[in-house]
């Protein structure tokens, strides 16, 4: 359990640093990639849902 613990603690410690680290533009890069990722999921989960909504009706 400390283990976990410990882990949590450095792992928001790492964190905290790296955000104050990493510039701007970086995390800018970093934001806009992974809401692209996400839109392509989501894209790909709709589609996917109406073809199944077809399917279910046809």
């Not at 283990?3 to 640093?17: M, Q």
Request: aromatic fraction near 4%; charged fraction near 25%; glycine fraction near 10%.
């Amino acid at each position: 359990m400390f283990k976990n613990v410990y882990c949590l603690s450095l792992g928001v410690v790492l964190g905290a640093v790296l955000g104050i680290l990493v510039c701007d533009d970086t995390k800018k890069k970093i934001t806009k990639a992974i809401q692209g990722k996400a839109k392509k999921l989501s894209g790909c989960i709709k589609s996917l849902s109406e073809e199944t909504v077809h399917t279910i009706k046809g």
